[in-house]
């Protein structure tokens, strides 16, 4: 659908990639979303950050890319995670979920740096529109 989004949202992903490595995108991500909502730690209890948040980081790059490619399987699959948030974590805001994504997307721009053009914030912007929108149609159902 949005296949020069998908390009640039890709090589950005992998650019900040060959820049930093995994466990340091993950840490600086954790540590963006953990400023925006100390609370959500909570969340997080009885895991090991340093194991899970690269595979987290991991899982919500695959996320955005579906959202791009795969805008059909995208809704249903960030439904059944806003769907098994809830009943595993507790997980009831979908806030929470906003500001994951858009600490990803900070956590990239911040790590290509120079690098980072209006191309890139366009791309982005939409794929992170796309994503709210299945969080806000998700949370309708299975927040409500």
């Not at 490595?21 to 909502?37: G, I, K, Q, T, V």
């Not at 490619?69 to 809704?75: G, I, L």
Request: net charge negative; aromatic share 12%; charged share 25%.
């Amino acid at each position: 659908m949005f296949d020069d989004h998908l390009l640039v949202v890709q090589e950005s992903i992998q650019q900040a990639r060959n820049l930093r490595s995994l466990d340091e995108l993950a840490a600086a991500l954790f540590e963006r979303f953990f400023n925006r909502h100390p609370e959500a730690n909570l969340f997080f209890e009885g895991f090991d950050l340093q194991q899970v948040g690269p595979l987290k980081f991991c899982k919500i790059s695959d996320v955005f890319l579906d959202v791009l490619k795969f805008p059909s399987y995208s809704e249903s699959s960030v439904s059944e995670e806003v769907w098994r948030h809830h009943q595993v974590h507790e997980v009831q805001d979908r806030e929470y979920y906003f500001a994951l994504a858009e600490s990803y997307v900070d956590t990239v721009r911040a790590t290509l740096g120079d690098a980072w053009s209006s191309s890139h914030e366009e791309c982005w912007s939409d794929a992170l529109m796309g994503l709210k929108r299945n969080v806000d149609l998700a949370s309708s159902e299975h927040l409500a």
